[in-house]
């Protein structure tokens, strides 16, 4: 079990799009292995590469019981139905801020094994997805707010404890951060 830190709002990585996966190999299924981990550790419902310092395009999720990874994603949307709902994200711990998203999706990618799947997905599922993969583009999800809740949110962010420091913080909180309270990627 290996629990990584995780990269907060600020680290460049984060603003930075992520390369595609080429080798299906041991190494990366220890990505992913390490990214389940975290995610579980943190209670979140998903986690990129890139939030861990790894600039590939890989995330996990845990959403509805279900946990998974994908490599290489893209994204489908079958219909026009959006949805408005409360997200935060792992890299900016305790904020959370209504956001709005497409309400179902088709994720196609690879397992580590480089086995193409796709993954039908809506409400949670979907916004996890969309979340996970705006990392892999350097998008964070502040990016989707309408301007007001976007300044709302810097403000916020600016204020918290955790902005600007050196050293990830180790959540201990028996509160989960993530899926409990709804909306963590
Ligand atoms: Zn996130």
């Known amino acids: 079990m290996t629990v990584t830190p995780i990269r907060l709002f600020g680290d460049p990585v984060l603003r930075t799009a992520a390369d595609p996966v080429r080798d299906f190999d041991q190494e990366l299924r220890g990505l992913v292995s390490d990214l ?3 995610l579980m550790n943190a209670n979140g419902a998903g986690l990129a590469a890139p939030q861990i310092g790894v600039s590939l395009r890989v995330f996990v999720f845990h959403v509805d019981d279900v946990v998974g990874h994908i490599v290489n994603p893209t994204l489908d949307f079958p219909d026009d139905e959006e949805q408005i709902g409360e997200e935060g994200c792992l890299s900016i711990p305790g ?4 956001t709005k998203r497409r309400q ?3 994720a196609k990618g690879f397992n580590s094994y480089g086995d193409p799947f796709q993954l039908v997905g809506s409400g949670m599922m979907s916004r996890c997805v969309q979340h996970e993969t705006d990392h892999l583009d350097g998008v964070i999800f502040l990016d989707r707010l309408d301007t007001d809740t976007r ?3 810097m403000r916020e962010i600016r204020a918290a404890e955790w902005y600007g420091q050196g050293a990830p913080v180790v959540k ?3 509160h989960p951060l993530g899926f409990a309270s709804g909306r963590h990627g």
Do not use: G, Q
């Open 104 to 106: 179902n999706v088709v």
């Open 36 to 38: 389940t981990d975290t």
């Open 172 to 174: 201990t909180s028996p």
């Open 95 to 98: 904020l959370y801020y209504d």
């Open 151 to 153: 300044k709302r949110a």
